[in-house]
């Protein structure tokens, strides 16, 4: 019954979506290559030319938004934008929060990366970004796990010295590993590839985007998309 | 598992005895009670020692606004005004990046980028320019026949000072010193809320509220809980600093007594 | 690959730094409309607290002691969403009547499409002003609270003998308010108001806290380091140095506001029964 209800709500959402409804699609913008503000001010990056191209297939109008890794699930469940792309990987416990369409990225390594060969990183001082899924295994590792608010600081922390490595997602770090003096030591997996992820009220607008991504995966544009990015993993 | 044994598990997680790994699911009220209670320790520990340490150095600063040299007048006020005049917010950001900084000059720098210390040197110096401005409005009201009286008793130098400026000054600060205490404990959920990074999950009050809110998605019910124990902390703090308050006033009559109370200021 | 100054020039001129720049605007503009809608609000509070009949006094009084009594992070951390949800559903009640499925579901707040603030269609611009329009209405209330304080303060310093003239010569309450009143009460509200100017320029980096675009997130985002793969400007950690200008920034503005105060301090001392009016009585 309740599930009758729902549908019927979202039927009622949807109708008023006919009339030209713009997706708001909420991101951090500080994660490369996922996303990034460029040198213009604009979200760039693998996620911004993989919304863009969603929603061009699930014919609808987007539009983005930056916000803060911290309050982005509340955002999202309080109605300030519609979907949330933003290199979220998908976990149990968010899945009891919102709802995540297929991973549209394989469920990729994290790994650790420091300034110094042979580190034990159960042992050390690892670095990593508050409320993500790199610092729930750190805390549980037995490493002293030192959170930041944002990607970039985590990076910088172990550049300045204040920690021994950063445990983060390989994709971050292959750039940063590729321009400065940081090494990768370990890789674990964690989550199940990352995926956009949408109130649980708004079954809908996630099957739209679903199915895009499903169309995609199917048609190979998804794996050139992630080949651009130098993303790891193809479907 | 009773409450009981979460408060053993939790109480001094703030400081790294107890269990390690904080509790992600089926937070109860009494995880909640027992963590942000946990966290008060933290704040506790830069209110008290920045208060304290803050008191001393204030006192030299009002001191030197008031009777120092011109070099030493100058730069008085200059610190004054350098912390008065800009948000404690971006003066805890801006610390923390230049002792990052001042790391990579030498590594003596090394615990300053510790919340520990960092943040205790940053709150320490901004308690002191305010406290001191306090002190140094409290000396100029001092009244001059307070003065002359002590002239004409033959008290000079440093013993006039001790037992006449320095009391009537504290005197007269007191209410006002009373209310930038009180202001400093609530800025101390600052610390972690700016540069400063967490450490081993062990944080103050507002990142235990925080991580709870983030946990359960509910905010309604740890910030109060936050609040709550705020208000125990000023009722306390009031109470100290009523004591001092009245030893500092024993010779006047009951009546004359200023009273201390309590205004409640917004964010610095 | 740029040199020396001509770098600079072009790093200082992306459309990133642009919107850095706007963010201190954005600052300015927080500040030019809260300071008059709070002082409204204060004004207000004030004229309440003083009514006559008991009640209404304790409107007055009332909202003046929570906002001052709540913590101050505790009310900006979760008063704009209490916000922003009361009035999707104050919309939701008046141009929804029928909907019939509960509010909230779950974890999330649902409401019908034309009861969400702003519309789902609007162009980003309208969600942005009404983000802001949210921090100004947030900061307005907290600061109109102790705006409210100085100013009930400063009515009741008026000396009393000043309104008992007024009467003597015939004028209604009302008009000794309006007339006699409000005009003097300003000199006493002045150092109370100084004040609160000060500590509300020092509250605006909490705009960060409220979801706006402030200067402390472009301060963040354009210090970090920068890699050359995702930028034409690559650049290591400068978060210092952009934290920096933001210090400078607040002094400088701190500094030019106290002399700015002085001097409307010495102007409405003029005239004015108090021991500064005296002194310029004195010196003239």
Redesign the interface.
Known sequence: MKNL??TT?AL??TA??A????V?LGTE??Y??YN???????V??FERELGDELCKRAELEC?W????W??I???L???NY?AIIAGMSITE?REE??DFTQGYTQPSPSAYAGLTEGLDVKNA?I?AQ??TIQS?HV??T?A?????P?P??T???V????VDAVLSDKDFLV??V???DLMFLEEVRLGGGIGMAF????DELRGKFDAAIASMKEDGSLNAMLDKWEIEGKF | MSCWETVQKYAFQSIGYGE???P??DITLCDQFTLIGSGMIMNLYFGLLAVSFGFLFANALAMAKFSGGPVTRKAAEWFIFLFRGSPLFIQFFFAYFLF??L??VSPVF?PL?AAWLGALVVLFLNTAAYSGEIFYGALLSIPRGDMESADAYGFSGWKKFRKITWPTMMRLAWPAYTNEAIFLFHATTLVFFSGF?????QGDALYYAKYIA?KT?NPFVPYPILAGYFILLTLVVIWIFGVANKRLNRHLPQAKRPKIRYRPKMIR | MLEGLQWLSCYLT???H??FYVSFGTVLLLLAITAPVALGFGFGAAMLSRARIAPISWIGKGYIAAVRGVPDIAFFLFFV?AL??GI?WLLHQARCPEWT?PIR??????????A?MPL?????WI?ETYGFALAVLTFAIVFGAFAGNVLYGAMNSVPRGQIETAEAYGMTHRQAFWRILVPQMWVYALPGLSNLWMVLIKATPLLFLL?V?DIVYWA??LG??K????????HG?W?MWYFLVLLVFYLAFTRVSEIVLARITTKLSHGQATVGGEAQRKAA
Not at chain 1, 159 to 162: H, K, N, R, T, Y
Not at chain 1, 199 to 202: H, T
Not at chain 2, 197 to 201: D, E, F, L, N, T
Not at chain 3, 120 to 124: A, E, I, K, L
């Open positions: 209800i729902l709500a009622a959402l008023g979506a009339m030209a409804e713009t708001r913008g500080a490369p290559p990034f503000l460029n040198d213009a001010g604009e760039d990056g539009t938004v930056t916000n803060d911290d309050s699930i509340p955002n469940t309080s109605g519609d416990a929060l919102v001082v670095a508050a409320s729930a805390a549980e037995g002293t796990l030192v959170e930041f944002t970039d600081e990076v910088a922390a550049q300045s010295g204040e750039p940063i590729a321009e400065t109130r649980e009220s708004d | 390690r790994v904080l992600r699911t990052l900084n790391k990579g090394g980028s990074p967490v450490w081993r999950q983030d998605f | 992306t459309g990133k642009m919107g969403i922003d949800q999707e499925d579901q779950g974890n999330d707040f649902v409401v019908c499409d034309i969400k789902g269609t609007s162009p980003q969600h979801g675009e963040r985002e970090g380091s890699m050359a793969r995702f930028t034409d400007y690559p950690d978060r």
